[in-house]
């Protein structure tokens, strides 16, 4: 098969870790005969200077009309000034509103040979895989209003968390169908004792859940999630949530897996192209060394093959080769080994091969 794919690299460590993950790619159309054609395009910090903005329409076209897209990581100091017109995160922002991917999928599986690499007790994360499913275009990222004003000489900012009643549908939908041939437990985490947002979610996700009686649904409040995630980790199957709750308990998952630099996301519409990124930053403080860890890329390459794609074979077989690599060893410098990326990626394409 022929896919097109759009490289969005970013900023930091976001070339290095996609320039890796092609790397695998380019093995998997070796070895089941597809034809990759990648069009690498400016995103964030790096399309500011060049263009002034940090998304431009033309970049916009060109993972439109992809079959998937490959993101690195947007952001770095030199675009943080909190006055600055343009920012980096707007581009990554507009191109999931863009692409009208409302939901993010955040697997969180912990290795067994990883537990010790988590601060949180090992006995904790045996077992550990669930999926984290994030709604991506809507509530506090993009509720209107959204401004700064001066009030008779006081500065007033306001950000605003909104749903729709179909916004909210549409991803509890999903998680439902996720959890199906999984666990079959759907957690909802709001904060429906004080967010009239967080209550018409969870009527909704009551309403949805009345359809799958198979499945079991489960509120949590966002507070108790984040307690949970870390208390007994192994209760949660598929967790579904507001875009903001689900920005920061994504990464507080992440340090179940041992390091950020393991995850990996998938971003999906009701058709079109999925955008797939690690769920990691820019890493400025380590770009340009060759030592970020590019499994968070490469896994989402494999979820790339599987969402996008329809090739389950080429992604599991991803996903093996990764897991294989980390039983033998191979680990980057996050989790303490002694791997830069283009090695740990050599680990994973011999295993691919072999
Ligand atoms: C993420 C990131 C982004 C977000 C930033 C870079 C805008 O933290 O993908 O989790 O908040 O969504
Ligand atoms: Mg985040």
Partial sequence: MNFTITLTPGDGIGPEVVR?????????????????????????GCSIDQFGAALTDETLADCQSADAVLLGAVGGPKWDDPQAKVRPEQGLLALRKGLGVFANLRPVKVHPALVNASPVRAERLHGVDMIVVRELTGGLYFGQPKERRMIDGKERAVDTLEYWDYEIHRIIELAFQLALPRKKKVSSVDKANVLESSRLWRQIA????????TVTLEHMLVDTAAMRLVASPTNVDVMVTENMFGDILTDEASVLAGSMGMLPSASLGASGPGLYEPIHGSAPDIAGKGIANPVGTILSCALMLRYSLKCEKEAAAIETAVERAISAGCLTKDLNGKLGSAQMTDEIIARLRG
């Fill in 206 to 213: 009551i309403e949805v859940g009345k359809k799958y009686p």
């Fill in 20 to 44: 890796q993950a092609v790397r695998v790619l380019d093995v998997i159309a070796a070895k089941f005969n597809h034809t990759f054609t990648y069009r690498e395009r400016l995103l964030g």
